[in-house]
């Protein structure tokens, strides 16, 4: 397994709102520990988990998500370590919530299972930059704004492609239901999720119009996804 060193290149910065942060850009050193702990991990501190092999005995240890770096890690002799060969991860289990490997690092988490689906969602941290001031000396959040890159060296390290004054780092959600074959398939709106329910589609699209259902809200979803289970 490869050892884990979290680079992010950003300076503390002021807190906006629960999911997203504006920090001051600096040079290549490792701040991590001066980002918010909420933008970086999914659990306030590494908890006891167990990792479930497909084709290996079960591993115990420290556990918790990096949701910045897109990756599960854990702790071996005070060291931050990423979990390798994440696709022969079965299932990875931290106080009782369950995460599936989506590709070769990243793993959503289930939100709720039925009878045929399970509603999964990935959590995902970005970080872009906001190159151009606005009048009266603010920052603007809408305009010139271009990805914030990194790349990794042979040593794990993220190395950042660019440098700006001030950047911002939030974490985005996405939401999937995910059938009994494994397919994963994202929910956008409501015709992404009702043609799951062919048969039911009207009154998936009443239901939802009659509750307001926002596709990007965890509760709504599990709540579509209940009455679809009734159908």
């Given at each position: 397994?490869?050892?884990?060193?979290?680079?992010?290149?950003?300076?503390?910065?002021?807190?906006?709102?629960?999911?997203?942060?504006?920090?001051?850009?600096?040079?290549?050193?490792?701040?991590?520990?001066?980002?918010?702990?909420?933008?970086?991990?999914?659990?306030?501190?590494?908890?006891?988990?167990?990792?479930?092999?497909?084709?290996?005995?079960?591993?115990?240890?420290?556990?918790?998500?990096?949701?910045?770096?897109?990756?599960?890690?854990?702790?071996?002799?005070?060291?931050?370590?990423?979990?390798?060969?994440?696709?022969?991860?079965?299932?990875v289990n931290i106080e009782n919530?369950?995460?599936?490997?989506?590709?070769?690092?990243?793993?959503?988490?289930?939100?709720l299972s039925t009878d045929r689906f399970q509603l999964r969602?990935?959590?995902?941290?970005?970080?872009?930059?906001?190159?151009?001031?606005?009048?009266?000396?603010t920052s603007s959040s809408t305009s010139s704004i271009t990805s914030y890159s990194s790349v990794n060296n042979d040593g794990g390290q993220f190395i950042n492609l660019k440098v700006s004054s001030n950047v911002l780092v939030s974490l985005k959600y996405?939401?999937?239901?995910?059938?009994?074959?494994?397919?994963?398939?994202q929910i956008k709106n409501i015709k992404t999720f009702t043609k799951q329910f062919p048969a039911h589609s009207a009154k998936i699209e009443a239901f939802a119009k009659e509750r307001r259902i926002r596709f990007d809200n965890e509760e709504d979803l599990k709540t579509l996804l209940v009455y679809c289970s009734d159908l």
């Open positions: 397994m490869k050892k884990y060193l979290f680079l992010l290149f950003l300076l503390p910065g002021w807190a906006l709102a629960q999911n997203w942060q504006i920090v001051e850009a600096s040079s290549s050193e490792d701040l991590s520990g001066k980002v918010s702990t909420h933008l970086q991990y999914l659990f306030p501190e590494f908890t006891l988990g167990e990792v479930f092999f497909l084709n290996a005995p079960k591993g115990n240890g420290l556990l918790n998500y990096n949701m910045l770096a897109g990756e599960m890690q854990f702790i071996d002799n005070d060291d931050v370590m990423a979990l390798a060969n994440v696709r022969n991860v079965a299932v919530r369950k995460f599936y490997p989506l590709n070769s690092k990243e793993f959503t988490e289930e939100l969602v990935r959590r995902k941290g970005s970080v872009i930059q906001h190159s151009k001031n606005s009048a009266y000396g996405f939401y999937y239901l995910v059938g009994s074959n494994g397919k994963y398939t």
